[in-house]
């Protein structure tokens, strides 16, 4: 992964400045029609299901095991819980593959799982978000298994992108895409004869044809997808590869062969095309037919915060995960630019900010930033920020990258293909430890589909309940103290405070927030615009204002 990052604040930058939050982007205020606009300050938990919890035994988790540990989100403090996918589907990238968009897969449950899990969720006061994959449908899908099976003039086949191959006999890709995964974007088929066929297009795995949305029938059927979940009474879908769905007329040559990424100053034939628009201010339309807040989040990789903006207008999503931030270093200079270049971006169009650390695609934060001091200290700056705040399961308690998974247990369909992504995604879907000891500890009654590291029950729930210096407890009270306290939240900007190299200080309200990124403490006078009046409210780590020092790696929340 590539990251796109503003160029870092200068020295002259470093001065003290305002802009003003307006009213209108309070939670707390009406949206149009009376609906609260609780998106615009959620905390939202990203539940990978079968890593979550195992509620039959089978060594997988399922949608009996989220709903068992709902409490547990609860108690943390969050909003709102988005469940990877959980659709019917032969599991060739965990699930990213759907065969079947109305459809449980049995290795998760069925409807009527999801039909109480949900409810359960609504009396717990927390919303429901369901992935949504639009790009791309499993080879397993009716429609794309008809088209085979009818062979070259089947009208399955326009609603996938099918194509004769170059060459004297046609031996050759359509054109010279690759797929994210590695190697060519492109499978050729069989016909039903034996005979060599027409290829298809795949930005994936091979199991995972594009849908073209060129076709109205593909815009009817996801229509349709969107009313049977919110039926279910769903409260929002995750857009996966949000920005992909549309590709360049022609399906030109990228006139390249270096291997594509998912972030980058890249203009790709197939990726942000600006025809995406189009279908979510349909898709809005939907939202808005069902009331209550429904909202649309994109997983939107774009070469800059304004293009990523451009999914947000106000007839279109509603959110947009901040990979920008989530690429940024722990380094005060890059943070306080992606900060800027976010919020900036995002008030242009009225949408809020998101912030987002880690998800079931990169290495956990903990791993990447070089230590858990440093993740607790991250994860504070993140929640002091304005906007929606995005948790990966286990961030809470800390879990680091495993990153010793033996090759023959890992599942990662791209580690399996030459010249594609590095294809350890496993390492942050080892299954939670709810336990010190037992099965799993406490996954499951029947081991962990993911071998699970010595040492994995010390880092577990049971182990860090009531222990004040554990990240679940530190977790638990900074989402509660952003709940209560009236300046943290919704919003549109901070107040930069002068601060030293190395060290991010803001202020918003009567709310102060100071994260030193360096390895040396720092005099707390160094700060300027620090009242002397202030009491702290937590800090990610062991720290006493009467010192006067703020520790390497640390964040500290005050109020004045």
Same mark, same amino acid.
């Given at each position: 992964?590539?990251?796109?990052?503003? @160029?870092?604040?200068?020295?002259?930058?470093?001065?003290?400045?305002?802009?003003?939050?307006? @009213?209108?982007?309070?939670?707390?205020?009406?949206?149009?029609?009376?609906?609260?606009?609780?998106?615009?300050?959620?905390? $939202?938990?990203?539940?990978?299901?079968?890593?979550?919890?195992?509620?039959?035994?089978?060594?997988?988790?399922?949608?009996?095991?989220?709903?068992?540990?709902?409490?547990?989100?609860?108690?943390?403090?969050?909003?709102?819980?988005?469940?990877?996918?959980?659709?019917?589907?032969?599991?060739?990238?965990?699930?990213?593959?759907?065969?079947?968009?109305?459809?449980?897969?049995?290795?998760?449950?069925?409807?009527?799982?999801?039909?109480?899990? $949900?409810?359960?969720?609504?009396?717990?006061?927390? !919303?429901? $978000?369901?992935?949504?994959?639009?790009?791309?449908?499993?080879?397993?899908?009716? %429609?794309?298994?008809?088209?085979?099976?009818?062979?070259?003039?089947?009208?399955?086949?326009?609603?996938?992108?099918?194509?004769?191959? !170059?060459?004297?006999?046609?031996?050759?890709?359509?054109?010279?895409?690759?797929?994210?995964?590695?190697?060519?974007?492109?499978?050729?088929?069989?016909?039903?004869?034996?005979?060599?066929?027409?290829?298809?297009?795949?930005?994936?795995?091979?199991?995972?044809?594009?849908?073209?949305?060129?076709?109205?029938?593909?815009?009817?059927?996801?229509?349709?997808?969107?009313?049977?979940?919110?039926?279910?009474?769903?409260?929002?879908?995750?857009?996966?590869?949000?920005?992909?769905?549309? !590709?360049?007329?022609?399906?030109?040559?990228?006139?390249?062969?270096?291997?594509?990424?998912?972030?980058?100053?890249?203009?790709?034939?197939?990726?942000?095309?600006?025809?995406?628009?189009?279908?979510?201010?349909?898709?809005?339309?939907?939202?808005?037919?069902?009331?209550?807040?429904?909202?649309?989040?994109?997983?939107?990789?774009?070469?800059?915060?304004?293009?990523?903006?451009?999914?947000?207008?106000?007839?279109?999503?509603?959110? @947009?995960?901040?990979?920008?931030?989530?690429?940024?270093?722990?380094?005060?200079?890059?943070?306080?630019?992606?900060?800027?270049?976010?919020?900036?971006?995002?008030?242009?169009?009225?949408?809020?900010?998101?912030?987002?650390?880690?998800?079931?695609?990169?290495?956990?934060?903990?791993?990447?930033?070089?230590?858990?001091?440093?993740?607790?200290?991250?994860?504070?700056?993140?929640?002091?920020?304005?906007?929606?705040?995005?948790?990966?399961?286990?961030?809470?308690?800390?879990?680091?990258?495993?990153?010793?998974?033996?090759?023959?247990?890992?599942?990662?369909?791209?580690?399996? !293909?030459?010249?594609?992504?590095?294809?350890?995604?496993?390492?942050?879907?080892?299954?939670?430890?709810?336990?010190?000891?037992?099965?799993?500890?406490?996954?499951?009654?029947?081991?962990?589909?993911?071998?699970?590291?010595?040492? %994995?029950?010390?880092?577990?729930?049971?182990?860090?309940?009531?222990?004040?210096?554990?990240?679940?407890?530190?977790?638990?009270?900074?989402?509660?103290?952003?709940?209560?306290?009236?300046?943290?939240?919704?919003?549109? @900007?901070?107040?930069?405070?002068?601060?030293?190299?190395?060290?991010?200080?803001?202020?918003?309200?009567?709310?102060?927030?100071?994260?030193?990124?360096?390895?040396?403490?720092?005099?707390?006078?160094?700060?300027?615009?620090?009242?002397?009046?202030?009491?702290?409210?937590?800090?990610?780590?062991?720290?006493?204002?009467?010192?006067?020092?703020?520790?390497?790696?640390?964040?500290?929340?005050?109020?004045?």
């Amino acid at each position: 992964m590539t990251q796109h990052l503003a @160029a870092p604040a200068t020295p002259a930058a470093n001065a003290a400045t305002t802009t003003a939050e307006p @009213a209108a982007t309070s939670a707390s205020n009406p949206a149009a029609g009376g609906v609260p606009q609780w998106w615009r300050d959620a905390v $939202i938990y990203q539940v990978y299901p079968r890593s979550f919890a195992d509620g039959n035994g089978d060594g997988m988790g399922d949608l009996a095991g989220v709903r068992r540990r709902l409490p547990h989100l609860a108690e943390l403090g969050v909003d709102a819980v988005w469940l990877s996918p959980f659709y019917a589907s032969p599991q060739a990238d965990a699930g990213y593959d759907v065969a079947d968009y109305r459809a449980i897969d049995p290795m998760f449950g069925d409807l009527a799982d999801a039909d109480a899990l $949900i409810d359960d969720a609504h009396g717990l006061g927390l !919303k429901i $978000i369901v992935d949504l994959v639009p790009n791309h449908s499993s080879d397993q899908h009716q %429609w794309f298994r008809q088209a085979l099976r009818e062979g070259p003039g089947s009208p399955l086949r326009d609603r996938y992108h099918f194509r004769t191959g !170059k060459g004297p006999g046609g031996e050759l890709p359509p054109n010279d895409w690759e797929s994210i995964f590695g190697g060519p974007a492109w499978t050729r088929t069989t016909d039903p004869d034996g005979t060599p066929g027409d290829w298809y297009l795949h930005l994936f795995a091979p199991e995972q044809p594009d849908f073209n949305w060129d076709h109205p029938a593909v815009h009817d059927e996801f229509r349709s997808v969107l009313r049977f979940w919110l039926d279910m009474g769903v409260d929002g879908f995750r857009i996966d590869v949000a920005h992909g769905m549309v !590709k360049a007329e022609g399906l030109p040559d990228m006139g390249r062969g270096e291997q594509l990424r998912l972030l980058g100053n890249q203009v790709l034939p197939f990726f942000d095309q600006d025809g995406v628009h189009e279908i979510y201010r349909s898709w809005r339309t939907v939202l808005e037919e069902y009331g209550g807040g429904r909202i649309g989040v994109a997983e939107a990789w774009t070469p800059s915060a304004d293009r990523t903006a451009l999914y947000l207008r106000p007839d279109e999503l509603h959110q @947009a995960f901040n990979f920008h931030y989530l690429g940024t270093d722990w380094d005060a200079a890059a943070l306080r630019a992606t900060v800027d270049e976010s919020l900036d971006s995002m008030r242009t169009v009225g949408a809020p900010t998101t912030w987002v650390l880690s998800n079931h695609d990169v290495v956990r934060h903990r791993t990447r930033f070089g230590g858990l001091a440093r993740a607790r200290a991250a994860s504070l700056l993140m929640l002091a920020l304005p906007g929606s705040a995005y948790v990966y399961q286990g961030e809470e308690l800390g879990l680091p990258e495993v990153l010793d998974l033996p090759d023959e247990v890992r599942q990662d369909p791209s580690f399996f !293909k030459d010249n594609g992504q590095d294809g350890l995604r496993d390492g942050c879907r080892v299954p939670l430890p709810w336990t010190v000891g037992g099965s799993s500890h406490g996954f499951g009654e029947g081991g962990s589909w993911l071998p699970q590291p010595e040492g %994995w029950g010390e880092l577990s729930v049971e182990a860090q309940q009531g222990d004040p210096d554990s990240t679940l407890e530190l977790y638990r009270a900074a989402l509660t103290i952003r709940r209560d306290h009236p300046d943290l939240g919704a919003g549109d @900007a901070v107040q930069w405070l002068a601060a030293p190299e190395g060290v991010l200080a803001l202020r918003r309200g009567a709310f102060l927030c100071a994260a030193n990124t360096t390895g040396a403490a720092v005099p707390l006078s160094t700060v300027d615009g620090l009242p002397p009046e202030r009491r702290t409210l937590l800090a990610s780590g062991p720290f006493a204002d009467a010192d006067g020092l703020l520790p390497a790696d640390t964040v500290v929340w005050w109020t004045v």
